[in-house]
C-alpha cells in the first residue's frame, strides 16, 4: 500500500507549564505537513511500513521567521498476534515496533523547529474488539524511548547550565481509546479518538521563554477520521481526519485537519484479488 497525506495544524494559544496564554510575537502557528508512505504485507500477519515528513512551520508574527524540511523517516513492524472469534465479534491483539530517527540537519531548539531532533523507538500493544454488526472499539498505548539530541551551540540552559551540546531527552507514553463502525463490505468505516501523550520528565517552558526540546509536553486531544474505498477503482483509499487539544502542558492547543489518498495492490497471492 502506498499513501500520501497532508496534514494542517495550527494553535493561537499555548501552554507555559501550566498557565494558558498567547503571544504577540507568534501569533498563530500553522504548520504543513506532507507524508509519503508505504506498508508491505510480508505474511498475512506481519506488516512492514515506513515513511517520511517534509514540514513548514510559519508564525503569523514576530520578527523570527518559520522554518521547512524533511524530519524524520519512520520505520515499523505491526504483527496481527491474535485473530479469533469471541461471542457475537471478533478480537484482535496486535503490536507494533517502531524506530524514528532524523533524516536532516533541522536545529532541534530553534524557535519554531520541526522536530525533536533525537532518535526513538516505540513499542505499541493494540486491542481491538469488533462486533458482527460492525461496530467495534480499540485500544492502545506506547512506550516512546528517545536519545539525546544535539544542538549546534556548545551551551544551554534549563534548569541550570549545561556546557555541552548533547540534551537528554525524556521518554514518553502515548495511549487512546477509538470507538468506530465499519460496513459489512469494508468500504466505509468511521471512528471517533479520545487520546493523549505523557512526557516522562522535563522542565516546564520558562516565563516569556521559548519552548525547548527536554520540555515536559503533555497533552489529552479528541478526534475524528473517515475512510472511503469506492469499488469503482480498486484498491483507492481516501482518508480525512481532525482532532482538537482539550488539555495540554507545554504544547499549543492544536486544530489539526488532513487527509491522505492511498492505493493497495497485491505483490503476490495475486490469486486472492
Given at each position: 500500500?502506498f499513501?500520501?497525506?497532508?496534514?494542517?495544524?495550527?494553535?493561537?494559544?499555548?501552554?507555559e507549564g501550566?498557565?494558558?496564554?498567547?503571544?504577540?510575537?507568534?501569533?498563530?502557528?500553522t504548520?504543513?505537513s506532507?507524508?509519503?508512505?508505504?506498508?508491505?504485507?510480508?505474511?498475512?500477519?506481519?506488516?512492514?511500513?515506513?515513511?517520511l515528513?517534509?514540514i513548514?512551520?510559519?508564525?503569523s508574527?514576530?520578527?523570527?521567521?518559520?522554518?521547512?524540511g524533511f524530519?524524520?523517516l519512520?520505520?515499523?513492524?505491526?504483527?496481527?498476534?491474535?485473530?479469533?472469534?469471541?461471542?457475537?465479534?471478533?478480537?484482535?491483539?496486535l503490536?507494533?515496533?517502531?524506530?524514528?530517527?532524523p533524516?536532516?540537519?533541522?536545529?532541534?531548539?530553534y524557535?519554531?523547529?520541526?522536530?525533536?531532533?533525537?532518535?526513538?523507538?516505540?513499542?505499541?500493544?493494540?486491542?481491538?474488539?469488533?462486533?458482527?454488526n460492525?461496530?467495534?472499539a480499540?485500544?492502545?498505548?506506547?512506550?516512546?524511548?528517545?536519545?539525546?539530541?544535539?544542538?549546534?551551540?556548545?551551551?544551554?540552559?534549563?534548569?541550570?547550565?549545561?556546557?555541552?551540546?548533547?540534551?537528554?531527552?525524556?521518554?514518553?507514553?502515548?495511549?487512546?481509546?477509538?470507538?468506530g463502525?465499519?460496513?459489512?463490505?469494508?468500504?466505509?468505516?468511521?471512528?471517533?479518538?479520545?487520546?493523549g501523550?505523557?512526557?516522562?520528565?522535563?522542565?516546564?517552558?520558562?516565563?516569556?521563554?521559548m519552548?525547548?526540546?527536554?520540555?515536559?509536553m503533555?497533552?489529552?486531544?479528541?478526534?475524528?477520521?473517515?475512510?472511503?474505498?469506492?469499488?469503482i477503482?480498486?484498491?483507492?483509499g481516501?482518508?480525512?481526519?481532525?482532532s482538537y487539544?482539550?488539555?495540554g502542558?507545554?504544547?499549543?492547543?492544536t486544530?489539526?485537519?488532513?487527509?491522505?489518498?492511498s492505493?493497495?495492490?497485491?505483490?503476490?497471492?495475486?490469486?486472492?484479488?
Amino acid at each position: 500500500c502506498f499513501d500520501l497525506a497532508y496534514h494542517h495544524d495550527s494553535w493561537k494559544e499555548y501552554w507555559e507549564g501550566t498557565k494558558k496564554r498567547e503571544n504577540g510575537n507568534i501569533g498563530t502557528l500553522t504548520k504543513h505537513s506532507i507524508a509519503p508512505m508505504f506498508a508491505l504485507g510480508i505474511t498475512d500477519r506481519i506488516n512492514f511500513m515506513g515513511g517520511l515528513s517534509y514540514i513548514m512551520t510559519r508564525p503569523s508574527a514576530g520578527q523570527i521567521e518559520g522554518t521547512e524540511g524533511f524530519q524524520n523517516l519512520n520505520l515499523a513492524v505491526k504483527v496481527d498476534a491474535l485473530d479469533m472469534e469471541l461471542g457475537p465479534g471478533r478480537l484482535n491483539i496486535l503490536a507494533t515496533v517502531g524506530f524514528s530517527t532524523p533524516i536532516s540537519d533541522y536545529v532541534p531548539d530553534y524557535a519554531y523547529s520541526i522536530g525533536l531532533g533525537c532518535t526513538e523507538g516505540s513499542l505499541r500493544p493494540i486491542v481491538q474488539y469488533k462486533l458482527n454488526n460492525g461496530l467495534f472499539a480499540r485500544v492502545q498505548a506506547g512506550y516512546n524511548l528517545r536519545s539525546s539530541c544535539t544542538l549546534p551551540r556548545d551551551y544551554y540552559y534549563t534548569t541550570q547550565a549545561y556546557f555541552s551540546n548533547e540534551v537528554d531527552m525524556p521518554d514518553a507514553i502515548d495511549y487512546s481509546a477509538t470507538i468506530g463502525y465499519e460496513t459489512a463490505d469494508a468500504a466505509f468505516r468511521a471512528e471517533a479518538f479520545y487520546g493523549g501523550l505523557n512526557t516522562l520528565g522535563g522542565f516546564d517552558i520558562r516565563v516569556q521563554d521559548m519552548g525547548f526540546p527536554s520540555n515536559n509536553m503533555d497533552m489529552t486531544n479528541i478526534g475524528v477520521a473517515v475512510h472511503y474505498y469506492p469499488s469503482i477503482v480498486k484498491g483507492l483509499g481516501i482518508h480525512a481526519s481532525g482532532s482538537y487539544v482539550l488539555t495540554g502542558r507545554n504544547v499549543g492547543q492544536t486544530t489539526s485537519i488532513g487527509g491522505s489518498v492511498s492505493y493497495y495492490f497485491s505483490l503476490w497471492n495475486k490469486s486472492n484479488n
